[in-house]
């Protein structure tokens, strides 16, 4: 793999001119198919992410060990009194009663995109994205326009490349979960989120491919649902599936206009997916159930020393003690002496908002934001080391290779590891909302003869 990086960057090296072009010829490709970043053509690098087979298969079998893991203790959760559970990771009232829901199928996480790093073949997840994954359609697309280029050709010719789509395997998981709901007949699909997401080209990719398919499928807001003669109505577009990508975080803050929209929830007239039980281990502060040793009972041996290798610890702020590594801490005075060793995140973020490194601030600015973790219940993470890799980026008028940090983003879908999606940025907060590339994933065989 590292011999597959080297040969392509140095094809670049060898002629940048052409790489420019290159370069062009790729945005140009990609602003003719649609695949868009909040209206403009998405930020994404020359050559895509590569792995070897064997950190592949350390993706398989970490995504799904750890998905497996994380739905055990989902269960044991909603089994038992989760009250104290809704208190510990802060829901509102409206929020547990929509957890309480049973959706009408058993797994309240059919498709999610896991977060991490991998350093040689150390891998450590640090979030879940379970409420709305995204970069499937991206991610797809973007294989069909690389491919083509002349370095992924040269690259081709020399290594065995492999990405297996991912609409497919999310379409198949989708059918399967409505028919698991009940469904007996081809569903009429609605990809529900508000008109103005930044991500919406990745959702008309998506609906283009269950068109293709055969199925009906929409892009709807949620406010412009109602409920009609008991079913879900877009218009005159009766919705059978729901194919949720809009944060309940957000429904939450929007919750008087969107009502017909979770109340179809509550009342199961349509099947959604992920349904909104998912909430509760998508919720940063959850990773303190994985990581903690008081919760230690709800893992077997074997399962603490799998999060122990893949799960970061982490603790939601608060004042008193806690085990760091075995050692017992006074919470937030270690972290404001070590603070080099944290991340701290804002509960309920997402795309990389509010996140704070202690090792590239001062003290004094993460003292302050210490103090707002602290009362508005963020959590700390210990902070994983985040790999670099050269990738030839637009330079001027020419290409260099720079250093990017990268990050890999595994799917799970349909209860397996189905691909991953990467990406990569010159800031150690890495995310396309703020201004990072998104790649595809490729998976490096042998070198051909």
């Not at 994205?129 to 690259?155: C, K, Q, T």
């Not at 603790?315 to 085990?323: L, M, P, S």
């Not at 602290?374 to 993470?381: D, F, K």
């Not at 998976?443 to 003869?449: I, S, T, Y």
Request: glycine share 8%; hydrophobic share 40%; with cysteine.
């Amino acid at each position: 793999m590292k011999e597959a990086i080297a040969y392509f960057n140095q094809l670049v090296a060898l002629d940048t001119a052409a790489a420019r072009r290159q370069y062009e010829l790729l945005y140009a490709d990609m602003e003719a198919r649609n695949v868009r970043y909040a209206g403009q053509v998405m930020q994404t690098l020359l050559r895509p992410y590569l792995i070897s087979e064997e950190q592949d298969r350390e993706l398989r079998f970490a995504t799904e060990t750890v998905m497996a893991i994380v739905a055990k203790a989902e269960r044991a959760l909603f089994a038992g009194h989760p009250q104290w559970v809704y208190d510990f990771l802060g829901f509102s009232e409206t929020e547990r009663g929509l957890l309480q829901v049973d959706p009408g199928y058993p797994a309240s996480i059919v498709f999610t995109r896991l977060d991490g790093f991998f350093n040689e073949n150390r891998l450590q997840f640090i979030e879940f994205n379970h409420d709305s994954p995204g970069g499937i359609g991206y991610s797809d697309r973007l294989v069909e326009i690389l491919r083509p280029l002349p370095l992924m050709e040269r690259l081709a010719e020399k290594y065995e490349l492999r990405y297996d789509p991912l609409q497919p395997k999310l379409l198949e998981a989708i059918l399967s979960t409505y028919r698991e709901y009940g469904g007996s007949t081809t569903p009429a699909v609605a990809i529900v989120d508000w008109a103005d997401v930044k991500t919406r080209h990745d959702f008309e990719i998506i609906r283009d491919f269950f068109r293709a398919h055969g199925l009906s499928c929409i892009i709807v807001d949620p406010r412009e649902v109602e409920i009609r003669r008991g079913a879900l109505f877009a218009g005159d577009f009766k919705i059978d599936l729901v194919y949720r990508r809009v944060l309940l975080i957000e429904l939450m803050q929007k919750a008087d206009e969107v009502k017909a929209f979770l109340d179809a929830y509550r009342s199961r007239l349509a099947c959604f997916v992920n349904s909104f039980r998912c909430r509760l281990t998508e919720n940063k502060s959850f990773f303190q159930f994985l990581s903690d040793p008081d919760h230690a009972e709800l893992f077997s041996a074997t399962e603490q020393a799998i999060l122990a290798r893949y799960i970061p610890w982490t603790r939601r702020v608060r004042e008193g003690y806690t085990d760091f590594h075995g050692a017992r801490i006074d919470l937030c005075d270690f972290m404001g002496r070590q603070r080099e060793r944290f991340v701290l995140k804002p509960n309920d973020s997402y795309g990389g908002q509010g996140v704070c490194l202690g090792a590239t601030c001062d003290s004094a600015t993460w003292e302050k934001i210490l103090g707002t973790a602290l009362r508005e219940g963020w959590v700390a993470q210990e902070h994983v080391s985040i790999p670099l890799e050269p990738f030839p980026v637009i330079d001027g008028e020419t290409v260099a290779l720079k250093d990017l940090h990268v990050n890999i983003g595994p799917y799970y879908i349909g209860g397996r590891y189905c691909g991953s999606i990467a990406r990569a940025s010159l800031s150690s907060v890495i995310n396309v909302n703020a201004g990072g590339g998104g790649t595809p994933t490729f998976v490096v065989g042998e070198a051909r003869l």
